[in-house]
């Protein structure tokens, strides 16, 4: 079924009876040309963009879970592309310009709301590495605005400007960043991929791989053996588990990340704020409960719960930049498990498995990517070749010392 301003009109005066499923639930077949392991935002949308700009034909997303149920469903919905270096820059750019389009392009209100994004500086050093930032971005095509600390207290007039021991003195602005309905998001992808007649297939655990001759050919799944000529694993958090399957060991740690939701509030805050003297960022929904979070929790894990330091970490951060926040009660808070690489960027690449390819590293910042990450990842599963904008995302580039290090942090996940 197709959504539009006449449907919503017709259901509101019958009944509501004529909604349909937004994808169908079919049994796997015993054999698919591409495979896609893990059906979060990534996955979907790469087989979305197989179906629809490389013509593909005969795809399964196999999901463990739930369509939803990971991080593309568990993140706090900023998107931006606010990056230093050229190789990850023209990449979320071509992100966020997907993202402007991805309503009409899947036929599904995902609520992109392009509210603006604003990193705040503390200091001297700090606002002349935002200009050096801004400048890039400029450079790529993207959008930046550097505000001193007037125009940042004319729109934020609540922040703690001087009574702070870090006071705001000024911010980088990204008027095209903004908040997208995270599991909208996937359910947007599922339902445009469904359409194409891509089998989206929940319930269905990927267990091994088939590798005859150094070639993959086929999973094991809880729902049975599903060959097909080419496989692409997009499973995030559960990226070195997966491939240690097929006896590949990624340079990935997996991590918890949090995410908090207060009570609703009257409207307060109308874009999304990073902290710059703290790991601290805020937004607020359209219910209007604050959405914030801030570092992972710096042990390895698989589980998707966190622990209460950080929380502690993260009220810290809310409170020096926003003291009445202390009056709101935290409603929900939940975890996320994210694979963090070692330089903190992304890989979207084929392994030395012929038939078996990877997309991860995510970070806690591939929401954002989502539009980008499954466009490459579908161009390279159909051409072979890797995206003009996705080129520097080699797995080899950490043997070869050609890291993409963002932040400048060596190989340190917690720095990230
Ligand atoms: C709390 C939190 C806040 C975040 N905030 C932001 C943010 O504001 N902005 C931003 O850009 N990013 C953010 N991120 C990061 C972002 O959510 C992730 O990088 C991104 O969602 C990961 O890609 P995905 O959507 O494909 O992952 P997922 O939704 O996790 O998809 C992977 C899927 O693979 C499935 N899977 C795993 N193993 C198997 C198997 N063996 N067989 C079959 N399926 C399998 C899983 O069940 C899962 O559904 C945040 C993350 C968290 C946890």
Not at 222 to 239: D, E, L, Q
């Amino acid at each position: 079924m197709s959504y539009s301003a006449f449907r919503i009109f017709k259901e509101a005066i019958t009944g509501h009876k004529g909604w349909k499923p937004v994808w169908r639930k079919p049994e796997p077949q015993l054999n698919y040309d591409i495979i896609i392991v893990g059906g979060g935002g990534h996955g979907l949308a790469t087989a979305h963009y197989l179906a629809s700009k490389f013509d593909k034909k005969r795809i399964a997303v196999l999901e463990k879970g739930w369509i939803g149920g990971g991080n593309v469903g568990r993140n706090t919905t900023i998107i931006r592309s606010n990056y230093l270096l050229n190789d990850n820059e023209g990449f979320y750019e071509f992100s966020l310009k997907l993202w402007e389009g991805l309503e009409q392009d899947v036929n599904y209100n995902a609520m992109v709301s392009q509210r603006g994004v604003l990193n705040l500086y503390h200091s001297d050093p700090q606002r002349d590495a935002y200009v050096r930032r801004g400048n890039a971005m400029i450079l790529n095509g993207a959008d930046a605005k550097l505000l001193k600390a007037d125009a940042v207290r004319s729109l934020y007039p609540f922040l703690n400007f001087d009574d702070a021991r870090f006071p705001i003195m000024g911010g980088l602005l990204q008027p095209r960043g903004g908040t997208v309905r995270h599991d909208a998001v996937a359910w947007g992808y599922a339902h445009a991929a469904d359409k194409r007649g891509v089998d989206i297939i929940e319930n269905c655990e990927v267990t091994g791989f088939d590798i005859q001759n150094g070639c993959c050919v086929g999973v094991e799944t809880s729902r049975g053996y599903i060959g097909a000529s080419k496989i692409g694993v997009a499973v995030a958090g559960n990226s070195s588990r997966v491939m240690a399957m097929a006896g590949i060991r990624l340079p990935i740690e997996s991590h918890v990340l949090q995410a908090f939701v207060s009570e609703g509030l009257k409207p307060l805050l109308d874009g999304v704020i990073t902290y710059g003297a703290g790991h601290f960022y805020v937004s607020q929904s359209d219910k209007g409960g604050l959405v914030f979070g801030g570092d992972i929790d710096g042990y390895n894990t698989y589980a998707q719960r966190g622990n209460l330091p950080v929380v502690e970490d993260v009220c810290e951060g809310g409170m020096s930049l926003m003291p009445m926040i202390g009056k709101a009660r935290i409603l929900r808070m939940w975890g996320g498990n994210v694979d963090m690489s070692m330089d903190g960027s992304p890989i979207i690449d084929k392994t030395d498995i012929k038939g078996l390819y990877f997309n991860g590293g995510w970070c806690y910042g591939g929401f954002k990517a989502t539009p980008a990450s499954g466009y490459s990842f579908a161009h390279l599963l159909a051409t072979d070749t890797p995206h003009d904008t996705a080129k520097a995302y080699r797995m080899d580039r950490f043997t070869r010392g050609l890291m993409i290090d963002e932040k400048g942090m060596g190989a340190q996940p917690n720095l990230h």
